[in-house]
């Protein structure tokens, strides 16, 4: 079974950045895209990025666009979420998820990832 965990959160004033991590465990990890989720209190999960296998294909939400970079290195199972230029909205959990079927290159709705992190706390003062 594959686990994912998440660090590199914290508190950061607006204007400020912060890298995100998730190791993974499990042989999966090159074969599987990888996406960053984020949920706000009283919000519903949203879509951040994702990533495909070889790194080769992103997407991105709109509103994280030219600030937020995901990235991974397989050799290390482990997937990236630069976050620049952060806002107070930015704050949320953020979890990382690995997709691992075939089908869709860069998968953007959380229901079709199949395993997940627990979470990291990213929140940004005003």
């Known amino acids: 079974q594959v686990q994912l965990v998440e660090s590199g959160g914290g508190l950061v004033q607006a204007g400020g950045s912060l890298r995100l991590s998730c190791a993974a465990s499990?042989?999966?990890?090159?074969?599987?895209?990888m996406g960053w989720f984020r949920q706000a209190p009283g919000k519903e999960r949203e879509f951040v990025a994702a990533?495909?296998?070889?790194?080769?294909?992103?997407n991105y939400a709109d509103s994280v666009k030219g600030r937020f970079t995901i990235s991974r290195d397989n050799a290390k199972n482990t997937v990236y979420l630069q976050m620049n230029s952060l806002k107070p909205e930015d704050t949320a959990v953020y979890y990382c998820?690995?997709?691992?079927?075939?089908?869709?290159?860069?998968?953007?709705?959380?229901?079709?990832?199949?395993?997940w992190g627990q979470g990291t706390q990213v929140t940004v003062s005003s």
């Open positions: 998820a690995g997709y691992q079927r075939s089908g869709i290159v860069v998968p953007t709705d959380g229901h079709e990832y199949d395993y």
């Open positions: 499990g042989r999966t990890f090159s074969s599987s895209a």
């Open positions: 990533i495909s296998r070889r790194g080769r294909g992103t």
